[in-house]
């Protein structure tokens, strides 16, 4: 898909992965979405307009099924048609399954995989009408291999693979492709606050040995908005930790 012009929503965008991925559509020229829990700040949209695009930031919560909705209902009226859906919102909290609560597991699921579902199936509708468009799903190396004390974030991530096979059979006769990416270790504020000992332990465990940065996630996103015979695939951004063959 040439993306000069296109629309494309990023759930999450406001920091981290999310923002890295709104910052490269824009620089292929595309209009940006930027969604949040809390109000998008002006200063933000300001900064991704610099890449001489439209910006918007709409706010709201993806794992509720109206909301997420409405945003799209929103972002559509603001800027047209939506080509590009990225569902990157996500969170965690880590702890041993032996001390995880319900909630611990249900908040995780609802957030980064029913709201995966539900900003899709909402989008979905329009895109089928179009026959065309592009979903892209950010899962996890958790998600492949799992992690202790993950068990909840781990079985989410992996839900959000099976997910995208599916949307992808489902939504290939119209012509719209469905990938997932899967990071590995991101630098980003939750690694940020590691120490250094920490750090090199991970990156023992990294056949590149280094972290990767938001960047890496980006540069895939786009590459997979803009490759029309690619679909119902995960790409690992990981420096080779998971080698599947």
């Not at 702890?95 to 995989?113: A, G, P, Q, S």
């Not at 068990?151 to 992996?158: E, F, I, T």
Request: net charge negative; aromatic share 4%.
């Amino acid at each position: 898909m040439e993306l000069q012009n296109k629309n494309v929503f990023v759930t999450g965008s406001t920091r981290g992965i999310g923002l890295a991925i709104a910052k490269a559509f824009a620089q292929q020229g595309a209009n940006i979405v930027l969604n949040g829990r809390k109000e998008i700040s002006a200063e933000l949209i300001a900064e991704i307009e610099t890449f001489g695009v439209k910006c918007i930031g709409i706010s709201g919560d993806i794992s509720d099924f109206s909301s997420a909705k409405d945003m799209l209902e929103q972002a559509q009226e603001q800027l047209g048609e939506i080509q590009v859906l990225v569902n990157n919102a996500g969170m965690n909290n880590d702890k041993l399954l032996l001390r995880m609560k319900e909630e611990d597991f249900e908040d995780v699921l609802k957030v980064n995989l029913t709201g995966t579902f539900n900003m899709t199936q909402h989008i979905l509708k329009k895109m089928m009408k179009q026959k065309a468009g592009v979903i892209i799903n950010i899962s996890s190396v958790s998600g492949l291999i799992g992690n202790v004390g993950q068990a909840n974030y781990a079985a989410s991530k992996a839900g959000v693979v099976g997910f995208t096979k599916t949307v992808a059979k489902e939504a290939a006769p119209r012509g719209i492709t469905c990938n997932a990416i899967a990071p590995g270790f991101i630098a980003t504020d939750m690694t940020d606050v590691l120490s250094d000992k920490i750090k090199a332990q991970i990156n023992e465990t990294i056949p590149l040995q280094h972290l990767g940065s938001p960047e890496d996630v980006a540069k895939t996103a786009v590459f997979l908005a803009q490759s029309p015979y690619i679909t119902g695939q995960v790409i690992s951004v990981d420096g080779g930790l998971v080698m599947q063959g």
